[in-house]
């Protein structure tokens, strides 16, 4: 499929700000069947890969202040993705683990973000 002029022009000349932008619309619309947001399904495929993740490595990991992190923690846990507890070496430190549900979601979020990848690249 050709592409419109004003779509090729975009491509040349998109900054990276406005491409971040548009990908993040993808991610979006990709990630709507699944209800979850793309800082949700961030945190999901972090704590895949980092289990027993803290509330603090979420925050650094994002660029995030820490009430956000745990806004959107909250929500996961309410989802029943995540679960929390106290680490046993920090007890100031909030450990969080996915859930069976929350570890099949993110194979699902996996799926879809190769989906996005492979249209983005086309």
């Known amino acids: 499929m050709a592409m419109g ?3 090729q022009k975009r491509a040349e000349k998109s900054t990276l700000l ?4 548009r990908l993040q619309g993808e991610f979006r619309r ?3 069947p699944l209800h979850v947001t793309p800082l949700q399904a961030a945190m999901i495929l972090f704590l895949h890969r980092h289990e027993d ?9 994002f660029c995030l202040k820490l009430p956000t992190v745990v806004q959107v923690v909250h929500d996961l846990e309410h989802n029943g993705w ?5 680490s046993v070496q920090d007890r100031r430190a909030v450990c969080l683990r996915l859930r069976r549900q929350g570890q099949a979601l993110a194979r699902k979020i996996e799926a879809q973000i ?3 990848r492979s249209v983005s690249l086309q």
């Open 5 to 7: 002029s004003f779509e």
């Open 53 to 61: 993740g803290r509330v603090s490595d979420l925050a650094i990991a």
């Open 18 to 21: 406005e491409s971040v932008i």
């Open 82 to 86: 995540v679960t929390k507890r106290q």
């Open 114 to 116: 190769r989906n996005v």
């Open 30 to 32: 990709s990630l709507e």
